[in-house]
């Protein structure tokens, strides 16, 4: 009996070669939209103590009830793959004492995430994200910057489609008295919900807003809203991030229902989707949160961030992936001289592909054509090598790898 072939797990994927171009062409643009505007790479562990996002995301959120991949290790501790990066990033911001660094300390990533979430086209168990953080600022400013460079990286990604929705959620004293009235509300009218909705109505009636059942739409379109339950500095806080959206003529509409599965959120709550891309339309989000560095242990410190999808933005955008690195040098030839002469124009800088299947020499003249080489060195074991010019096919005698290396560099810098 054959041995049985293995899958990658459910919900996971493999980036292929022909895949990774485009990957990488967004990272290019994300690196270059995100550094131009002052924000630092930062890379936090896979796994993170559990207590992180219990205490960060919220512990009645569906990511915390349901979607995290929790184990213990060897000694005993309960870790989770992270789910999402704004609690690890806040984290290191208070473990690493970056309060004392001029503010606001700007930090982006691309990385992935756990979910156990229910597997489709757009949803996955492993995912990517970019995401950037503004940590240490309450001005409106960051707000509208935060959301004008997640703007500029979708464009210029040609992500189709798009649409911005804005919100506000106020403090969390604000929030606290409409999830009163809210809660008031849905016991009203629980015999109208779906049966899950009603199940969370005191542990998380907020979700009430997105649930897709007819009967709590229905509801649910003459439910309190927490825009209207604004305090003044809130709102006009939130006015000042609409001023300066204006200003950079970036387009939104208010969604005074706009809610997003995290707990920390307070105050500008956003959302990009793509009507490119179906049930799962959501490409990326955030939001302010002032309180979640406090919460992790850190002095008071307000903070903007956001996170969108690798995955949805590559399956909703254009591609334009980036050139291939062009080959220098292919080495026809399998013995010690070849070698060495690879190893020399590889020092030198030369990107460098070697025989390595054993092919005849016609069969290697034709992998250099596959590869677009544009020398194509035919090494004797003696040591003398003829370096062919793969357009002219024009052979230049040369005594050694230094010399033909030499004579490499001196074409590519003509
Ligand atoms: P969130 O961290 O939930 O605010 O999600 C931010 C963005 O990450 C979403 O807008 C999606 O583009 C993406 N995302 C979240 N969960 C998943 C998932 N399970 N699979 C693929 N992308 C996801």
């Given amino acids: 009996m054959a041995t049985p072939k293995l899958q990658a797990p459910r919900g996971t994927y493999d980036v292929l070669p022909e895949q990774a171009a485009s990957r990488l062409a967004l990272e290019a643009v994300a690196r270059r939209v995100l550094e131009g505007a002052g924000y630092e790479r930062i890379e936090t562990p896979v796994f993170e103590a559990t207590e992180l996002f219990s205490r960060g995301v919220?512990?009645?959120?569906?990511?915390?009830?349901?979607?995290?991949?929790?184990?213990?290790?060897a000694g005993d501790r309960s870790l989770t793959l992270r789910p999402e990066g704004t609690a690890p990033i806040c984290r290191a911001y208070v473990e690493h004492g970056m309060h004392t660094r001029p503010q606001p300390v700007k930090l982006w990533y691309l990385s992935p995430f756990f979910r156990y979430e229910r597997a489709q086209a757009g949803r996955y168990r492993q995912f990517w994200q970019i995401g950037a953080e503004t940590i240490g600022s309450d001005d409106p400013a960051v707000d509208a910057e935060a959301i004008s460079l997640l703007w500029a990286i979708l464009s210029e990604l040609g992500v189709g489609g798009i649409e911005l929705r804005l919100g506000?959620?106020?403090?969390?004293?604000?929030?606290?008295?409409?999830?009163?009235?809210?809660?008031?509300?849905?016991?009203?009218?629980?015999?109208?919900?779906?049966?899950?909705?009603?199940?969370?109505?005191?542990?998380?009636?907020?979700?009430?807003?997105?649930?897709?059942?007819?009967?709590?739409?229905?509801?649910?379109?003459?439910?309190?809203?927490?825009?209207?339950?604004?305090?003044?500095?809130?709102?006009?806080?939130f006015e000042e991030v609409r001023a300066r959206l204006d200003a950079a003529e970036i387009a939104y509409r208010v969604d005074p229902t706009l809610v997003r599965g995290i707990d920390?959120?307070?105050?500008t709550l956003f959302e990009f989707t793509s009507d490119l891309l179906g049930a799962q339309s959501a490409v990326g989000g955030g939001g302010r949160y002032d309180a979640l560095v406090e919460q992790l242990g850190g002095p008071r410190?307000?903070?903007?961030?956001?996170?969108?999808?690798?995955?949805?933005?590559?399956?909703?955008?254009?591609?334009?992936?980036?050139?291939?690195?062009v080959c220098?040098?292919?080495?026809?030839?399998?013995?010690?001289?070849?070698f060495a002469l690879a190893a020399e124009a590889r020092r030198a800088g030369l990107n460098v592909q070697l025989e390595l299947a054993g092919r005849s020499a016609k069969g290697q003249r034709k992998q250099a054509a596959r590869?677009?080489?544009?020398?194509?060195?035919?090494?004797?074991?003696?040591?003398?090598?003829?370096?062919?010019?793969?357009?002219?096919?024009?052979?230049?005698?040369?005594?050694?790898?230094s010399a033909a290396v030499a004579h490499i560099l001196k074409g590519r810098h003509l």
């Fill in 371 to 401: 590869l677009g080489a544009v020398h194509v060195a035919l090494v004797e074991e003696s040591g003398s090598i003829a370096l062919e010019d793969a357009e002219t096919g024009e052979q230049e005698p040369l005594a050694g790898a």
């Fill in 301 to 325: 410190t307000p903070a903007c961030g956001w996170a969108a999808g690798v995955e949805r933005i590559l399956l909703s955008a254009e591609h334009r992936p980036l050139p291939h690195a």
């Fill in 264 to 267: 920390y959120y307070s105050r």
């Fill in 168 to 237: 506000s959620l106020g403090t969390p004293e604000t929030r606290a008295g409409y999830r009163a009235e809210l809660t008031a509300y849905l016991h009203a009218h629980e015999d109208r919900l779906s049966e899950e909705v009603r199940a969370r109505i005191d542990l998380n009636p907020l979700r009430a807003f997105d649930a897709d059942h007819p009967g709590t739409r229905e509801v649910m379109t003459g439910a309190p809203i927490l825009m209207d339950a604004l305090a003044p500095e809130d709102l006009a806080h």
């Fill in 328 to 338: 220098d040098l292919y080495v026809a030839g399998t013995g010690l001289a070849a």
């Fill in 58 to 73: 919220g512990a009645s959120t569906d990511i915390v009830q349901k979607e995290m991949y929790t184990f213990n290790d």
